[in-house]
């Protein structure tokens, strides 16, 4: 029997606002000492009172356009009720029947190097909604004490709820590389997943293919990383084919975690069934309302968004000339894509001032800028271990030395190294260039004299190009290379050696 996995995704992404969602104390209290950025109202004193923090819904609405969601006009929050220490008022503030945004949708970009038109898969986003998270439960190794740390209580929440749209594990990881993408590029998030800014919950369920009906499905809880979740999924597409084969497919909903040791799913407490969270409605909060005249109109977030990734690989790879095996690594930073864009535009401004400016050129400067950029430039950051932010060289510098390059005063070799320089001290090409002396020898005098010595040290080559075989003008090129120090043009040695040669 042919069987097609059903995935659909629960994420949450902790957002960078300055202060929590109910109170004033600071945001990602990750990096102070436990328990000292919190409050009453985060450690859920009787009688305190939560202050919505108006950021975070700014925040949420914006992720909530970006994701192609319809805002609805009027949303609440609710009581998410359960008993747990992580968690001190007893339940947790977030939204149920009335969420920020629904209907969306997020188109998975093509693998790198494909077509932005090829294979594009468009996932349904059911929801976005805002809560808060629960502090964290640290346990002893012996398992003797558990302590918890409140500084995590209170901090603002998305939570993004997808259709279950997945086919296939790896468009469920590329969803998620994509919607961190987003994050970053809405100033929301950081979206890292390894630091727990965003958590991944996925369903999965097998069917036979040509079926229209659901099976219970299985919860993966746990997951860590992009590439965790498609393994997971992978994991557990396997579980469950066997499942099926002995003919006891799953038959109640459960809950599994991803155990990235042994790298399988393993069983885990029976999922509760929403009844259980006895949700009502936040007395302590008065409903939003979203439109003109209100503290926040979705018609005018929209206008503040940025261009957004999806846009901006299109835009680099059909107006700049990036090639599409690049586009993807240069767009996935926006600072990054900003610097690429800055580099490109100062060498088509200085293309342009030539008289043999053309389209063509135009496209190969911005194709040879993206080459550099993501493997070369960055390709140095990680010999180095550092990242991009931390390289010193300015786009205005790196258009300079690509000139340099694309008009063969210098070979790849040479602009190499310049490049490790600038990305260490943040020199100038130009000058680098004079106190290396190694800027390449164009200038005919110099090689003229090159050109008579290996031919009248060559006489044999010679001959067999003037019997007819144009190869051999290879041999004498590379004399000349040698006697240059590799500091010659080859392009114009070859030139002058086959104008002499005529001439012979
Ligand atoms: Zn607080
Ligand atoms: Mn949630």
Same mark, same amino acid.
């Given at each position: 029997?042919e ?6 995704l629960?994420?949450? /992404? ?8 109910f109170?004033g104390?600071i ?5 102070e000492?436990p ?6 109202i985060c450690?859920?004193?009787p009688?305190?009172?939560p /202050?919505l923090?108006?950021v ?8 909530a356009?970006?994701?192609?969601c319809?805002?609805? &006009?009027?949303?609440k929050f ?5 008993f747990?220490?992580?968690l ?11 969420? /920020?945004?629904?209907e969306?949708?997020l188109?998975i970009p093509?693998?790198?190097?494909a077509?932005?038109?090829?294979h ?5 986003i059911?929801?976005l909604h805002l809560?808060e #998270? ?7 190794p012996?398992e003797q004490w558990? $302590? ?8 603002p *929440?998305m939570?993004i709820v997808t259709?279950?749209?997945f086919? =296939?594990?790896? #468009?469920?990881?590329r969803f998620?590389q994509e919607?961190?993408t987003i994050c970053?590029y *809405?100033?929301?998030?950081?979206a890292?997943m390894?630091?727990?800014h965003m958590?991944c919950?996925?369903?999965?369920s097998?069917r036979p293919a040509?079926?229209t009906?659901?099976?219970?499905k299985t919860?993966?809880?746990n997951?860590?990383s992009?590439?965790a979740?498609?393994? !997971?999924?992978? $994991?557990?597409i396997?579980r469950?084919?066997?499942l099926w ?5 799953p038959s109640?909903?459960t809950t599994?975690?991803?155990d #990235?040791g042994?790298?399988?799913?393993v069983?885990?407490r ?5 009844g259980?969270?006895?949700? $009502?409605? &936040?007395p302590?909060l008065?409903p939003?309302?979203?439109g003109?005249l209100?503290?926040?109109?979705p ?5 503040? *968004? ?5 846009a901006?690989?299109h835009?680099?790879?059909?107006e700049l000339?990036?090639s599409a095996t690049?586009?993807g ?5 926006p600072?990054? =894509?900003?610097?690429t864009e800055?580099?490109i535009?100062?060498?088509h !401004?200085w293309i342009?001032?030539?008289?043999? !400016?053309?389209d063509?050129?135009?496209a190969k !400067?911005?194709?040879?800028a ?5 493997s ?8 180095r271990g550092?990242s ?5 060289a ?6 300079e030395l690509l000139t340099? $390059?694309l008009?063969?005063?210098i070979?790849?070799?040479?602009a190499?190294q ?5 990305? /260490?001290?943040?020199?100038?090409p130009?000058?680098? +260039?004079e106190e290396m002396?190694?800027e390449?020898v164009s200038?005919t005098d110099t +090689?003229?004299?090159a050109?008579e =010595? %290996?031919i009248? =040290?060559?006489?044999?080559?010679v %001959?067999d ?6 190869n051999a003008?290879?041999?004498l090129?590379?004399q000349?290379m040698k006697?240059t120090?590799g500091t ?7 030139t002058?050696l086959e104008?002499?040669?005529r001439?012979?």
């Open positions: 029997m069987l097609e996995p059903i995935i659909g629960e994420i949450h /992404v902790q957002m960078k606002t300055r202060t929590k969602m109170c104390c945001n990602h209290g990750e990096h000492n328990n000292t950025a919190i409050c009453p450690t859920g004193h009688g305190t009172l /202050v923090n108006m975070a819904v700014t925040y949420g609405v914006r992720t356009l970006a994701l192609n319809r805002i609805l &006009e009027h949303v609710d009581r998410k009720n359960y747990y220490p992580d001190p008022k007893g339940y947790q503030i977030s939204m149920y029947d009335l969420p /920020v945004g629904v969306g949708y188109d093509a693998t790198s190097g077509k932005e038109s090829d594009r898969t468009r996932i349904g059911t929801r809560e #998270d629960a502090a964290k439960l640290l346990h002893s012996d558990s $302590f918890v740390d409140y500084n995590r209580a209170g901090t *929440l939570e259709q279950p749209d086919r =296939a594990p790896t #468009d469920a990881r998620l919607l961190q970053r *809405l100033g929301v998030s950081d890292d390894e630091k727990g958590r919950d996925a369903n999965i097998l040509g079926s009906a659901f099976w219970p919860e993966i809880k997951v860590n992009t590439k979740v498609e393994r !997971a999924l992978e $994991f557990e396997r469950q084919t066997k084969q002995t003919n006891t497919p109640t909903s599994r975690g991803w #990235d042994k790298q399988a799913t069983d885990q029976e999922k509760e069934g929403e259980d969270y006895r949700y $009502f409605p &936040e302590d008065p939003l309302h979203f003109p209100q503290p926040i109109d018609e005018v977030v929209r206008r503040t *968004l940025p261009e957004l990734p999806a901006k690989r835009r680099f790879v059909e000339g990036v690049d586009v690594t240069i767009t996935n930073d600072a990054l =894509a900003d610097f800055q580099v535009s100062e060498l !401004a342009r001032s030539t008289p043999d !400016a053309s063509d050129l135009l !400067a911005g194709r040879t993206g080459g550099w950029i993501a070369k430039l960055l390709g140095i950051g990680n010999d550092t991009f932010g931390e390289s010193k300015t786009a205005e510098n790196v258009a340099l $390059f008009t063969h005063r070979n790849s070799t040479i190499q310049l490049l490790e320089q600038m990305v /260490v001290t943040g020199a100038d130009s000058q680098l +260039l002396h190694v390449q200038d +090689l003229t004299t050109v =010595a %290996a009248t =040290a060559h006489p044999g080559p %001959a190009y003037r019997s007819g075989k144009s003008v290879q041999f090129v590379g000349v006697a120090k010659a043009n080859p392009g114009v040695v070859r002058l104008e002499r040669l001439s012979i």
